[in-house]
């Protein structure tokens, strides 16, 4: 594997100052066997895609695309469908960490025609969590057939409910689901019916759960109704390999973009 993504240069020596990285300019040669490919986006020129379409990366499997704040698109790039025609079993993740578009602004970045397996989304702040609730409306009418993984991470919980459920019921094949704060416990309940039949691994970082009283007010769960919770995910799934529901972070705690891609 190989991983280019923000702040990681591997040809850099230890302790060196990161510069910018250039993939394989002005190479010819078929590259060693690299199986996994991570990029930020702005590394996937029409010069990458040459080489890809040249057979210059014959090994490779998965492709992992970063877009970290900017909004440079690759995926106008002309040439990809002869990549695919190259690579044909080529696998596509697509992770967007701490962007801010319109939804108008993503639609070109979500191509239908490309097979993209895994999905993820890391926003820290309310107003891209509210426009990638539009976004996800749209998931399940794009990668139905595709989408094995999807991330959401940051503050985006709270905000996509219903389109989460929404995902998991509608993608066929999906079979990871990992949640930074904030889902209500019966979204996670409705998750789990929806992807009984295949989801293998669910982890919730932060769960909440309405007021019997008041169900305009939520509330932490207590360690006993995580408990039942999680015993009754589990049961609802087959066979899943991974369930993890917290109730509440831990001190300086968040989960990682780097420990998805």
Same mark, same amino acid.
């Given at each position: 594997? $190989?991983?280019?993504?923000?702040?990681?240069?591997?040809?850099? =020596? +230890?302790? =060196? *100052?990161? /510069?910018?990285?250039?993939?394989?300019?002005?190479?010819?040669?078929? $590259? +060693?066997?690299?199986?996994? $490919?991570?990029?930020?986006?702005?590394?996937?020129?029409?010069? #990458?895609?040459?080489?890809?379409?040249?057979?210059?990366?014959? #090994?490779?499997?998965?492709?992992?695309?970063?877009?970290?704040?900017?909004?440079?698109?690759? #995926?106008?790039? *002309?040439? !990809? *469908?002869?990549? #695919?025609?190259?690579?044909?079993?080529?696998?596509?993740?697509?992770?967007?960490?701490?962007?801010?578009?319109?939804?108008?602004?993503?639609?070109?970045? &979500? /191509?239908?025609? %490309?097979?993209?397996?895994?999905?993820?989304?890391?926003?820290?702040?309310?107003?891209?969590?509210?426009?990638?609730?539009?976004? &996800?409306? &749209?998931?399940?009418?794009?990668?139905?057939?595709?989408?094995?993984?999807?991330?959401?991470?940051?503050?985006?919980?709270?905000?996509?409910?219903?389109?989460?459920?929404?995902?998991?019921? @509608?993608?066929?094949?999906? =079979? @990871?689901?990992?949640?930074?704060?904030?889902? %209500?416990?019966?979204?996670?309940?409705?998750?789990?019916?929806?992807? /009984?039949?295949?989801?293998?691994?669910?982890?919730?970082? !932060? &769960?909440?759960?309405?007021?019997?009283?008041? *169900?305009? /007010?939520?509330? %932490?769960?207590?360690?006993?109704?995580?408990?039942?919770?999680?015993?009754?995910?589990?049961?609802?799934?087959?066979?899943?390999?991974?369930? =993890?529901?917290?109730?509440?972070?831990?001190?300086?705690?968040?989960?990682?973009?780097?420990?998805?891609?």
């Amino acid at each position: 594997a $190989l991983n280019c993504t923000k702040d990681h240069d591997p040809l850099a =020596a +230890p302790g =060196a *100052p990161t /510069r910018p990285v250039v993939i394989f300019q002005g190479r010819s040669e078929v $590259l +060693p066997p690299i199986r996994t $490919l991570k990029l930020q986006s702005t590394y996937v020129d029409e010069q #990458f895609l040459q080489v890809m379409i040249k057979g210059g990366l014959p #090994f490779l499997k998965n492709l992992v695309i970063v877009t970290c704040h900017e909004r440079y698109n690759p #995926f106008l790039l *002309p040439t !990809w *469908p002869e990549v #695919f025609r190259r690579l044909p079993t080529l696998r596509l993740g697509l992770f967007f960490v701490d962007v801010h578009m319109t939804p108008e602004e993503f639609w070109p970045f &979500m /191509r239908p025609d %490309l097979p993209v397996i895994e999905l993820g989304f890391c926003t820290p702040s309310v107003f891209p969590s509210l426009q990638i609730e539009s976004v &996800m409306k &749209m998931i399940p009418d794009l990668y139905s057939s595709t989408l094995e993984s999807f991330f959401l991470l940051g503050i985006c919980g709270l905000f996509c409910q219903e389109s989460l459920v929404d995902i998991v019921r @509608k993608c066929t094949k999906l =079979a @990871k689901v990992v949640v930074e704060p904030t889902l %209500l416990a019966e979204t996670v309940t409705k998750i789990a019916e929806a992807g /009984r039949s295949r989801l293998k691994t669910l982890v919730v970082q !932060w &769960m909440m759960d309405r007021v019997t009283s008041d *169900p305009t /007010r939520l509330r %932490l769960l207590s360690t006993d109704d995580i408990q039942v919770l999680q015993d009754h995910v589990t049961s609802r799934l087959e066979h899943p390999t991974e369930v =993890a529901l917290h109730t509440k972070m831990s001190p300086n705690y968040r989960l990682d973009i780097e420990d998805f891609i």
